[in-house]
């Protein structure tokens, strides 16, 4: 028998009380059923733990804890506040004890400290980026955007497109407090957004909102001290390509072969293949993706089909994909769904 997945999309509501839209995944012909809707407000972004047992989801008043049910279905189990504005990113360090929120309008990184049965406690931990950056309008204060754990699960590093840089802290086992210990300088007006691990854990990936570029780092924990050496910078797009364009989120195959990333603006989907020894990456695809402002792209579970999710024509659009040609090709119809922001798929019968 076939695994058997859920798709989790999280949208912003406007006019619409359900911000978290279930669907059931149907491998073979690429397509998504829809199956329920959460009731929750402006559900930008939301994470699995580790453990693949409950669900986190951003809100306007902080955070939302789900516990996963064996058909995919959510069940509420709390929330909490995060003392401060509206998260944009969440993530859970890899024993699943601590919650991290990104706060881009404040620039602020909440810890949350979770309990056993996937509740959350209450925050252990609060820390504001302080300076200035150097475009008025946008990068003029610190705009934390994406908060992930080294594989290790030694350090947390803290993408600040503000600032142009990435934070690295280590993370107290205990109570969850945070300390500064390096700094990861980005090209200057560059924006970095969205921050990924290779599944080996000895690669960063760091997506650059203004520049459209990724750059790749290799990582090493040379006893208690981090070392990210930049290996690679590649473009996500087209060497013509829309003005305005903005890179958005980053997305690894489950099989950790591809990685994915959406041209919001430019309209358009970039596939890479990952060298599983080197880190680094080769372009395979970049191409339209037939709707307006992709905020999120992700390949199907089996990478036979791909879907994107267009924030501003509000509609999730499908492909099949032939990853060795370079092709995408439009599967059936679009999925209309209000103002879509972030996907995650999710194998059901996980234990």
Not at 9 to 30: A, F, K, R
Not at 186 to 194: G, V
Request: aromatic letters at 10%; hydrophobic letters at 35%.
């Amino acid at each position: 028998m076939s695994d058997k997945y859920v798709a989790y999309v999280s949208t912003y509501t406007q006019g619409d009380n359900y911000g978290i839209h279930i669907y059931d995944v149907d491998l073979d012909e690429g397509r998504f059923v829809l199956k329920d809707k959460v009731k929750i407000s402006n559900s930008s972004y939301v994470t699995i733990t580790h453990n693949s047992k409950y669900l986190y989801s951003i809100t306007d008043f902080g955070v939302e804890a789900y516990k996963i049910e064996p058909d995919g279905g959510l069940t509420i189990l709390g929330n909490s506040g995060i003392n401060g504005m509206r998260g944009c990113y969440l993530s859970t360090d890899y024993e699943d004890k601590f919650l991290f929120v990104a706060g881009y309008h404040d620039g602020k990184i909440t810890v949350l400290k979770l309990k056993e049965d996937g509740n959350i406690e209450g925050i252990c931990d609060e820390i504001f980026h302080k300076g200035w950056g150097n475009v008025a309008e946008r990068n003029f204060r610190p705009h934390v955007s994406c908060v992930k754990m080294t594989r290790d699960n030694k350090y947390l590093c803290a993408a600040d497109l503000g600032m142009d840089y990435i934070d690295v802290y280590t993370v107290n086992k205990t109570t969850g407090k945070l300390k500064l210990i390096d700094i990861i300088h980005s090209e200057q007006n560059s924006a970095p957004r969205h921050i990924k691990f290779s599944k080996d854990g000895h690669h960063m990936y760091v997506v650059h909102e203004l520049n459209n570029k990724i750059d790749v780092y290799e990582y090493l924990d040379k006893g208690n001290d981090p070392a990210f050496d930049k290996i690679q910078t590649i473009s996500t797009v087209n060497d013509y390509f829309a003005k305005g364009s903005a890179a958005s989120a980053l997305s690894i195959s489950k099989d950790g072969q591809y990685m994915v990333s959406s041209n919001a603006g430019d309209n358009s989907v970039v596939i890479f293949s990952m060298d599983q020894h080197t880190g680094e990456m080769s372009k395979v695809l970049c191409l339209p993706i037939s709707g307006d402002y992709p905020k999120d792209a992700c390949l199907f579970p089996d990478n036979r089909h791909l879907v994107s999710l267009n924030h501003e024509s509000n509609t999730m659009t499908f492909f099949t994909v032939d990853l060795e040609k370079g092709l995408l090709m439009m599967n059936q119809k679009e999925i209309k769904v209000q103002k879509p922001n972030c996907i995650i798929f999710h194998k059901l019968g996980q234990e």
